[in-house]
């Protein structure tokens, strides 16, 4: 029996998908990281690099705070380095600050424990211990040089709005165009023979809750526009990033209980998702 050429090309789509994969993360393991390698001995550097892996395994050092597949570096990209991906470059310097969506003024370990229960799908992190302590410690490291109360370059993400209506359907058949081959036909992420993430889940129960900022869609959107698809940076126009974030943000993902207490002034964003 002859099978059709689409049934072929459905059969084919695992291997496609892991020998591309498998050469994008020998690819990035072979390639040096130089701002890593001018990490400082001692008890300093000791705590950096502790503040390094959790960021970028953070399933795997951290299992019991984290309740999904997401590394931090899913979304803040380049271990925090990168313009437009909510870069933690300058951040150290910048807070406390307010901020609408509680109403008060948070300090950086609040924003860290905001992405622990929200992108995480997980829980806090004692404020005060040893975890925390090296996140922020790598978060100061990466802020050398910039002066304090200066926003690091391209702090948080560049916004951008759509010429049109976002549409889902166009969205839908972008995605399967654009992003299915790293993220899944399902929105269910890629992952390494150790189980590790290699391109995130982005709906589905390993995937952000409804609480975090990347499931609004003009916070998705932004992102998109500026690094995604993987390598492609700003390749999408404006319309496409957003009918394509619009698809995905509106996917089955996990609820956030505390979702009542957000923007208690009444200043809730029209893209919140509650």
């Not at 300093?44 to 309740?67: C, F, S, W």
Request: glycine share 10%; aromatic share 10%.
């Amino acid at each position: 029996m002859i099978r059709s050429r689409a049934s072929r090309s459905q059969a084919s789509w695992p291997r496609r998908v892991a020998a591309w994969s498998l050469a994008l993360i020998g690819s990035i393991a072979a390639a040096a990281d130089p701002v890593s390698d001018n990490i400082p001995e001692g008890p300093v550097g000791d705590a950096i690099r502790v503040g390094e892996r959790i960021l970028k395994h953070t399933p795997q050092a951290l299992p019991e705070y984290n309740g999904s597949a997401l590394n931090c570096t899913s979304c803040h990209l380049d271990g925090g380095r990168k313009p437009y991906s909510s870069p933690w470059i300058g951040v150290w310097g910048v807070f406390p600050e307010y901020r609408s969506r509680n109403a008060k003024i948070n300090l950086l370990e609040d924003r860290v424990n905001d992405c622990f229960e929200r992108s995480m799908n997980g829980r806090a992190l004692p404020s005060d211990g040893p975890d925390m302590r090296a996140i922020l410690m790598y978060f100061q490291w990466l802020s050398r040089g910039v002066p304090t109360g200066q926003d690091g370059p391209g702090r948080g993400f560049k916004r951008i709005t759509p010429p049109q209506p976002p549409d889902r359907q166009r969205g839908e058949r972008l995605y399967a165009e654009k992003c299915a081959l790293c993220h899944g036909k399902d929105g269910e992420g890629i992952y390494n023979e150790h189980g590790e993430t290699v391109f995130p889940p982005l709906w589905g129960p390993r995937s952000f809750n409804i609480g975090a900022g990347m499931a609004r869609v003009n916070t998705a959107a932004a992102f998109v526009k500026a690094n995604m698809p993987f390598g492609q940076d700003n390749t999408l126009t404006d319309q496409e990033a957003f009918d394509v974030s619009v698809f995905f943000t509106h996917q089955p993902r996990p609820d956030f209980e505390a979702k009542q207490r957000d923007w208690p002034k009444g200043d809730k964003p029209k893209d919140a998702r509650y």
